[in-house]
Every structure is written in structure tokens, then in C-alpha cells.
């Protein structure tokens, strides 16, 4: 059975340096933090060593849909929905003229509906205290469960292709990208949306992090605490945000004359079978999964001109990160650039792989690597090359034939995938 071709055709973005794909894109050529102090909630009420992360600012889910329906949705949600009318609206795609059995909504998340979740749990504990009989809001469970964002996409367009999620850490919206790859190629889908979404600066989500020492404590200067790859590292900042893809099958793009960004050209899934939080030290699953995405790409390592980096700036998951593109591309891993976005966005946890696909398919369209920003000269870990070309602080030009996109998440969930330029 010969495989159909997918293409990228539309992209939406809320993220903490831009509520829009241009306005993402903008900002993450210019190099521009998304972190600042924490004001989803006081932290001044509260004992904790972190207050502070990547929050989206200005964002009105009334653009996108009925504010009296948006209460019945938690804030992931919310990036969700509008990430994927962003998309859809950018694909250019006639709906009322399209088979809708045949398109499809696979979204990731890592977290789901946590500060949701968290609010009802403080009103249950309320009443206890009070002796009250127990109540919470009848949207509850719909608003905490992970899956109900893409069910509620293809409400919203009467999309009824397959629709699920995935949840694998911070490997959730990649593995959603993966498996809409997948359902396209073997012809169950024509279109499929695609991608994730995450929003757990919560309470509980930033002590949760806190106290396992994955987050960075530099509360004096938030907007330089990811720094990826610098010897200076101590954790990731929590993002938030989603991100969205449509994926369609190359001939029904065609037929109806659309905007091609890139070509998916491959994609790799692994385990480390290590660590519930650690990468294997040596790079090992991260190796492998590279390797699996070439070769399901037909491509030699020659063929990849930029990554973008999982790259979230803890201690050890730089480290094995580096060595596992060393073993994998071999002396042409210098000849290569290599960025981490979430030195400007911040870890979006599940929806981190969606974020970062749309930053490497607008690498391969134009031809630009976004910088890892927040290093500074002499800032080095004995354990990192800096022979390789990590873009520190500044965007470059280059021509990127093909872009690779990493994201590892807790469990040792390794996923990747390629996009490559489209040539008809």
C-alpha cells in the first residue's frame, strides 16, 4: 500500500510572546522572553519558591467563541479552540463544501483541566469544613478531562473524522501531530486538526514542579531564567498556551488550491525505559528516536539543516539531549543550527510540542532560525559542546531544507518529528 503524502496548510498560535502565528513568529526571531512575574494568582499568599513563569497576556477567548459557553471550559481549553479556529481560518478551508466524516481533531495535553480541578476541590474541602452537603459546578468533569477540548473542536466545525487525545507528558502534542501523520497517510482522513494546548500555572501546578526542583528559582529576573544549554541552568519555566496544525493529504490540498507550508516528512517515537523523570544520561531513547524519524523519512542526517531543541533547561536533560544529536548526526551535527524556543516561551509541558512544530515549520518556509536566547558569553557547562551552533541570542538565515522538532516528556516519552520544504 503506498502511503499518501501530508502538508501543513494552516497554523494558529497563543503563546506567551504572541496570541497569533505572526505575532509568535515575530517575537521568537526577535529573541523576545515571554516570562514575568505570576498574576493568575497571589502568590504573595502563599509560601513558594517559584512566582514566576510564562503566562499568555491579553488573550479574549470571546474572539473565538460565546463567552457564556467559554465558562463551561477550562483555560486549556480555551488555548485550544482558539489555536484551532486560527488554523482553520488560515487553511483556508471551505467546510460547507468539504467531507467532514473525513476530517479529523487530535489534540494533546499533559495536565488537562488542572485549574479547574483545583477549584473544585477547594469548594468541596469548603463545605466540608462547614458540614454542608457537597456540590460543584455541573461542568466539573467536563471542563477536567483532557479529552473534551477536541471533542469540543469538532462541535464547534461538525467535524466528525476520528477525534481523540494524546497524553504523554510533555510529548502529548507531538504524538498527536504523529498519529494525524498517520491516519492521513493510510487514507482515514483527508484533513486533520492537529496539535495541543497546556495552562497549569496553577497553584498546584507550579508547586507540583516545584518541589520535584524541575523549575528555575531565579524570581529576580524571570525573563532570563530559561537558558537552555548554559551552564547557569537550574530548571525550566512553566509556559502556557497551545498550538495547531492542519495536516491534509497532499492531493485533496491540491485539488482545492491551497497554501502549502512544509511537507511532514517523518516522524519517531520512543522510550527511554530509565527514570519517571530523568533522560537516560547518554541520550539513548533521544537517539533512537531521531534515527527512527530519518529513516521513516527516507532521509540521511545530511538532509536536516536545523533543530529545534527539547532544549527546557534542567541540568541533565540539556546534557543527554546534546549527546544523542552528537551520536546521531556525527560530524555533521556541526554544520547543523540548533534552538530551543522555550528559552522564550517557556515549557508548555503538553502543549509544547505543538508550539514548536509551528516554529519549525515556519523555519523551513522561511528559511530563519529562531535564537536560544539568555546566554551569556563564558556561561558554559563542561559537559555541552559549544562547538555546535545552538543560535544563541540572535535569529540566522539559512537555507533549512528540513527542520526536526524534539520533544521528551516525564515517563521517558521520546517523540520527533520532520518537516520538510514542499516541492510539488
Known sequence: MEL???????????????????????????GVSGAGPITNYDTSTILTKVTFGCEVKGFDIAQYMDRKESRKVDKYGHFAIASAVQAIRDSGLDLENEDLDHIGVIMGFGMGGIESFE???????????????LKVTPFFVPRIIGSIASGLIS??????????CTSSACASSTHAIIDAV???????????VTGGSEAALTDSGV??????????????????????MSGSRDGFVLGEGGGCLILEEYEHAKARGARIYAEVAGWGATADAYHMTAPEPEGTGAARVMREALQDAGMEPSDV???????????LGDIAECKAIKTVFGDYAYKMN???????????????????????VLAVKENIVPPTINHEDGDNDENIDYNLNFTFNKAQKREIRAALSNT???GGHNSCIIFKKFTD
Open 4 to 30: 499518501k503524502r501530508v502538508v501543513v496548510t494552516g497554523l494558529g498560535a497563543v503563546t506567551p510572546i504572541g496570541n497569533n502565528v505572526q505575532d509568535f513568529w515575530n517575537n521568537a526571531i526577535a
Open 119 to 133: 477549584e473544585g476541590i477547594t469548594s468541596l474541602n469548603e463545605l466540608k469544613k462547614l458540614g454542608q452537603e
Open 155 to 164: 462541535i464547534m466545525f461538525k467535524l466528525r473524522g476520528p477525534n481523540y
Open 182 to 192: 498517520n491516519l492521513i497517510r493510510l487514507g482515514k482522513a483527508n484533513v486533520i
Open 207 to 228: 508547586c507540583g514542579f516545584s518541589v520535584m526542583h524541575a523549575l528555575s528559582t531565579r524570581n529576580d529576573s524571570p525573563e532570563t531564567a530559561s537558558r537552555p
Open 305 to 315: 539543516d536545523y533543530i529545534n531543541m527539547h532544549g527546557t533547561s534542567t541540568p
Open 338 to 360: 540548533l534552538s530551543s524556543t522555550k528559552s522564550m516561551t517557556g515549557h508548555l509541558l503538553g502543549g509544547a510540542g505543538a508550539i514548536e512544530a509551528v516554529a519549525s
Open 408 to 410: 521528551f516528556g516525564f
